[in-house]
T-cell receptor, first 113, second 116 residues
Framework: NAGVTQTPKFQVLKTGQSMTLQCAQD?????MSWYRQDPGMGLRLIHY???????DQGEVPNGYNVSRSTTEDFPLRLLSAAPSQTSVYFC????????????FGPGTRLTVT | ELKVEQNPLFLSMQEGKNYTIYCNYS?????LYWYRQDPGKSLESLFV?????AVKQEGRLMASLDTKARLSTLHITAAVHDLSATYFC????????????????FGTGTRLQVTL
């Protein structure tokens, strides 16, 4: 199994550009989520999904959209990038919520100039 | 709003010594996770604690959860250099706000440096 994969690994955007961060998992996990990690801070939840077709907002959802059309994929879209979105983004998945270990992807380092 | 505080934020310790990292949280929860992160890397799951009094051990690390005190500890026994990393605790509000989703709130991390 590849586990949780994310692309790209690095990305530089100009303010106002849009892009999609890709996340895929091959473990047939129901639950997937996106976090951002800023320097000196822990991770903060952006959006999550408990299954295909079901998504909800986390702690810091503004400026991001998600959709989940398949169990495997959970892309994160930045609608109009802002310098405040410069961060490292991690995707995670687990078999289900509450009792299952979460597996994190390798991360995408995003810089918005 | 759930707040998760870790202390210390930075810990420099000698090889062979013991130490404890503390994770306090502000709202009732009986699910807590510990992760390790190496510089520039992703998070690696260390422990999943799912009930009051849970204790788990792996090698030189032992984690415990006291839900009444809203406190988890990560104890390091006879530290070795390979344990140098940043350690995060994360509190799960699963079941507390309805739904079936895990919503993790992370502490700010404890950067551990083990010196020779």
């Amino acid at each position: 199994n590849a586990g949780v994969t994310q692309t790209p690994k690095f990305q530089v955007l100009k303010t106002g550009q849009s892009m999609t961060l890709q996340c895929a998992q091959d473990m047939n996990h129901e639950y997937m989520s996106w976090y951002r990690q800023d320097p000196g801070m822990g991770l903060r939840l952006i959006h999550y999904s408990v299954g295909a077709g079901i998504t909800d907002q986390g702690e810091v959802p503004n400026g991001y959209n998600v959709s989940r059309s398949t169990t495997e994929d959970f892309p994160l879209r930045l609608l109009s990038a802002a310098p405040s979105q410069t961060s490292v983004y991690f995707c995670a998945s687990s078999y289900r919520g509450g009792t299952s270990e979460q597996y994190f992807g390798p991360g995408t380092r995003l810089t918005v100039t | 709003e759930l707040k998760v505080e870790q202390n210390p934020l930075f810990l420099s310790m000698q090889e062979g010594k013991n130490y404890t990292i503390y994770c306090n949280y502000s709202t009732t929860s009986d699910r807590l996770y510990w992760y390790r992160q190496d510089p520039g890397k992703s998070l690696e799951s260390l422990f999943v604690l799912l009930s009051n009094g849970a204790v788990k051990q792996e090698g030189r690390l032992m984690a415990s959860l006291d839900t009444k005190a809203r406190l988890s500890t990560l104890h390091i026994t006879a530290a070795v250099h390979d344990l140098s990393a940043t350690y995060f605790c994360a509190v799960d509000m699963w079941g507390r706000e309805g739904g079936t989703a895990s919503k993790l709130t992370f502490g700010t991390g404890t950067r551990l440096q083990v010196t020779l």
